[in-house]
C-alpha cells in the first residue's frame, strides 16, 4: 500500500513539474495580459495583469512592468490593485530616469487614493523626486564639465 501510495505522489510531482516546465518554455507572460484585455469581463483579469505587471518589476523588466500595470488601469481604474500598480509605475519610472512620469504616477495615486495605505511611502517617493530631472539635462552636464579645464593642468 505504502510503495502504491508513493508511486501516486511521484506521478503527480512529475506531472506538475512537467507542466510547469512546460508552460514556462511555450508561454510568455506578454500572452496572458493578451488574454486579460480580451476578457474584461472576467473577474481574474485585473488580478492577472497586477501580477504579470509585478513578476517584470521584480525582474527589473520595468518597460514591460509598466505596460502590464498601464493596462491594469486603464481597464479597471478603480480596482483594489489600482493604487498599487500607479505606486509601482511611479518606481519604474523613477528606475527610466523619467522623473516627470514618475512624478505625474504618484500625483495620480495622491490625488485619487488619499486614504490608501502606502500614502505614507508614495509621499515620501514624490518629495524625494520632486526637483529630480530626466536623463537630457544629466548627459548636458557632462559635456559641460568635460569643458572645465582640470586644475593644474595647462590648457
Not at 42 to 58: H, K, L, T
Not at 110 to 128: E, I
Amino acid at each position: 500500500m505504502m510503495r502504491l501510495l508513493f508511486n501516486k505522489w511521484s506521478i503527480l510531482i512529475m506531472l506538475v513539474c512537467g507542466g510547469i516546465y512546460y508552460v514556462r518554455n511555450h508561454y510568455d507572460y506578454q500572452d496572458l495580459l493578451k488574454v486579460a484585455a480580451k476578457d474584461e469581463g472576467n473577474p481574474r483579469s485585473e488580478q492577472i495583469e497586477y501580477y504579470v505587471g509585478m513578476i517584470y518589476f521584480m525582474r527589473d523588466d520595468y518597460e514591460r512592468s509598466i505596460i502590464a500595470f498601464d493596462q491594469l488601469l486603464r481597464n479597471h481604474p478603480t480596482s483594489y490593485y489600482a493604487p498599487k500598480a500607479l505606486a509601482r509605475s511611479g518606481l519604474a519610472y523613477k528606475e527610466f530616469n523619467k522623473y516627470d512620469q514618475a512624478r505625474e504616477m504618484y500625483h495620480k495615486y495622491l490625488t485619487y487614493f488619499p486614504d490608501h495605505s502606502m500614502k505614507n511611502t508614495v509621499q515620501k517617493r514624490w518629495t524625494h523626486i520632486k526637483f529630480q530631472r530626466g536623463e537630457k539635462i544629466h548627459h548636458h552636464l557632462d559635456e559641460v564639465y568635460e569643458e572645465i579645464p582640470v586644475k593644474g593642468k595647462p590648457d
